[in-house]
């Protein structure tokens, strides 16, 4: 076995764990190229791929596109905000116009949870899940585990705690079910009303207290506070926020131990924690962005060594 | 069996004699080993230029060829990576290929446009223990060779180390 069992990456859900331990061993060796002084490799170099961006990303795209160019394949961008979308087009006519251009992979960004299995159903082409809605964002969740398994050894036994914003997040989806099949232990924390209601029948315990939940962690994923898909308020105030949800320097020193501190980014300096934190030693954020190319580049290589060669 | 132990180690020596002839104190050599049986013999030249010809401070270094192979999704068996580990720059070197056996010369291309990604080496030139006569697919050469073999397509040429697979023999396997 050294094949992914699926043709496309639309959600954690999908794939199985021994598929998750190919792609961070395929990613250690990326993670040796993008080391390197010419930083390339030409294995992609027949295959073109689309990013569809139908809502706003910098960090994601940015990663995806590097780790495209860095496997020489070719790139075309597409963002909704400039493009027929806004006209009326379906999604379909969009991504089937792009592919009548012979285009063999695409990577999906939508606001709507389930676009890429919907198109997945519809399309001739490999489709990598950038994140729907507030479903699944693969590829975060693979580099977040990826980024334990490099600083802790394994993943396997250890216990992560996600703080914040749980109801609107695709990463903390993605990141429950990737925890859970590579075996660790997986507790949220946050507002009650930011939990949803459902969280305990997949096997993830609420845990109100934060210092609680850090004082039983060996990492914690701080997420960010969505405004911008906060349709009603939430919580109270942002500064009753962080005071009873934001880490600061002070409360990671009292804990006793020494935790692994991760943001998925970008960061609200200040609400979910604070600046002498994120540019601490304990927090892991820049090497989970530099973790996010291996890892893109490995999805892409495997997704695209099972899409048949054409002679013509 | 095309060489026993003994034919193996008299073909090493002679190897290792050959790199001191044209390199003498591989100053700006440096011993590339292309995964992944290749390793295995840049291991042994180097312990026994190093052991037996107190050469010092040889260069070693291993090129896994997977991502620049010209078979990615032409192949019917998924392509597996091997580590790569190569911690210096090979800017201006002398760079020498390691492998045990030279068939069809496409690994070696691959190996010519992977070693770019460490600089501009100065000249590379090809060792293998077992070149395989007219059977190339390209126009690649070696510049040392242990033993030079015909063998049709169909037959296999085995290459066996102490360190991976309890003897050092070289066979030849019809299928």
């Known amino acids: 076995m050294s094949e992914l069992s699926v043709n496309h990456l639309l959600g954690i859900k999908y794939i199985s764990e021994a598929d998750i331990h190919l792609i961070f061993e395929t990613a250690d060796h990326f993670k040796e190229v993008i080391n390197r002084p010419i930083k390339k490799v030409p294995s992609l170099r027949d295959i073109t791929i689309a990013n569809l961006f139908f809502e706003n990303s910098t960090r994601t795209r940015l990663s995806f596109e590097l780790a495209e160019k860095r496997l020489s394949a070719d790139v075309i961008n597409f963002s909704a905000a400039s493009s027929s979308v806004k006209k009326g087009e379906t999604l379909i006519d969009t991504v089937n116009n792009i592919l009548s251009m012979k285009v063999d992979m695409v990577v999906m960004r939508h606001p709507n949870p389930g676009a890429g299995v919907f198109l997945s159903k519809h399309i001739n082409a490999s489709i990598v899940n950038a994140g729907d809605g507030a479903h699944e964002h693969p590829t975060q969740a693979l580099l977040d585990c990826y980024s334990i398994r490099e600083k802790l050894k394994d993943v396997a036994g250890k216990k992560v705690v996600i703080v914040g914003d749980i109801l609107h997040s695709r990463v903390a989806l993605s990141n429950i079910f990737a925890l859970q099949k590579l075996g660790a232990e997986v507790k949220v924390c946050g507002p009650k009303t930011l939990i949803p209601k459902y969280i305990e029948n997949i096997g993830v315990p609420y845990e109100k207290d934060l210092r609680t939940a850090l004082e039983w962690c060996d990492v914690a994923n701080m997420l960010r506070v969505q405004n911008e898909r906060m349709d009603i308020s939430y919580f109270p105030t942002t500064r009753e926020y962080t005071q009873q949800y934001g880490v600061n320097k002070a409360l990671l020193d009292s804990l006793g131990k020494e935790i692994v501190v991760m943001h998925p980014g970008p960061i609200n300096r200040g609400v979910e924690i604070t600046s002498d934190v994120a540019d601490s030693k304990q927090a892991i954020i820049l090497e989970q962005v530099q973790n996010g190319v291996a890892i893109r580049m490995a999805v892409l290589y495997l997704l695209a060594s099972k899409i048949q060669h054409n002679e013509n | ?175």
């Open chain 2, 1 to 175: 069996m095309l060489l026993n132990a003994t034919e193996v180690h008299i073909a090493l020596h002679r190897l290792a004699c050959q790199l001191i002839e044209n390199h003498e104190t591989f100053e700006d050599t440096v011993l590339v080993g292309i995964q992944p049986r290749g390793i295995f013999l840049a291991e042994r030249l180097k312990s026994l230029l190093e052991k037996d010809y107190k050469i010092r401070n040889i260069q070693l270094g291993y090129l896994d060829i997977t991502f620049f192979r010209d078979d990615f999704r032409r192949s019917q068996k998924p392509l597996e990576a091997n580590t790569t580990h190569i911690n210096f720059i090979v800017e201006n070197k002398k760079v020498v290929f390691i492998d045990d056996v030279l068939y069809t010369g496409r690994s070696i291309r691959a190996a010519l446009t992977a070693i770019q990604s460490f600089g501009r080496p100065e000249e590379i030139e090809l060792l293998t223990l077992i070149d395989r006569r007219f059977s190339r697919h390209l126009p690649i050469q070696p510049d040392y060779r242990g033993r030079q073999v015909d063998a049709i397509n169909k037959e296999k040429v085995k290459v066996c180390w102490k360190e991976q697979d309890g003897e050092d023999a070289v066979y030849l396997i019809s299928s």
